[in-house]
């Protein structure tokens, strides 16, 4: 549908099992992640695990994580970055695949066009007063910054984010994984 418009091709990366509890929702691999084949497989996720509290076992175990970008494919790399997700993919696909997670109980909105296409906040609100405002969501969503390296700054001036936020996300991430499944 889009391989036209990726330059490394397409690569869908994600994982997603019908008993997963937790959502993980990116914004679509980088180059390292289309590399391997492996979601969260670079430094963002090494942060993103932390931010968990989980290690890389439970992260890439589908009966435990799904994880689903918004965009499958790596789009390419523009002035400030990687480009965005490609749009097509999200309307194409997005839907179909997530009605078969039945089980989600938790769904991490990580970057803004997670929280954008999952919370649907309103086009005025920064990014900061959306994850500010993590507990209008809680506890079936959260919105998270993305956890790559290019945010560190972004983070250190807001260090609520880890100091209030992700204690709270361990604990509930714990809780969720040692109960049995929703029956």
Known sequence: ?????????????????????????????????????????????????????????????????????????????????????????????????????????????VGRYAIDWHLSPPKKASLTDIVRDWDQYWPTLVPLPHPSPRNTKWLRERPWVEADIVPVLQSHIRALLSSPPQT
């Open 1 to 109: 549908m889009c391989s036209d418009a990726l330059p490394l091709g397409p690569r869908p990366v994600f994982q997603a099992d019908p008993a997963a509890k937790i959502l993980v929702v990116g914004q679509a691999p980088g180059t390292a992640v289309h590399n391997t084949g492996i979601p969260f497989n670079d430094p963002s996720g090494d942060r993103l695990r932390s931010w968990m509290g989980v290690d890389r076992a439970t992260f890439y175990n589908p009966k435990q994580c799904a994880i689903v970008p918004m965009g499958f494919c790596y789009p390419g790399r523009g002035k400030g970055g990687d480009l965005p997700p490609r749009p097509e993919c999200a309307a194409a696909w997005r839907a179909e695949l997530l009605s078969h997670l039945s089980a989600i109980e938790l769904t991490l909105c």
